[in-house]
């Protein structure tokens, strides 16, 4: 008997894809590509507003899918 195959990161716990996961993959990578220029970038370093580009791409990384697991288990 084989066993059940464990589904990929990018997919939910029923094996299906989630696109969810893929844009919070792409949301946090977009999210450190912004940090390191914000950091290298010799223009940018001294402004404050240098970090709202990387805070808000790492809050739609995260948010989005915590809000999904609330509404998944409060309205089966």
Known sequence: ????????YLEDHKGHPSSMRLMSMIAL??????????????????????LYMPTLFLIAAFAPKALQ???????Q
Do not use: D, T, Y
Not at 35 to 43: K, R, S, T, V, W
């Open 69 to 75: 697991k609330f509404a998944e288990s409060r309205f």
């Open 1 to 8: 008997m084989a066993e059940p195959q464990k589904p990929g």
């Open 29 to 50: 990578i977009a999210s450190i590509i912004f940090g390191f220029i914000a950091l290298l970038h010799p223009g940018v370093k001294n402004e404050a507003n240098a």
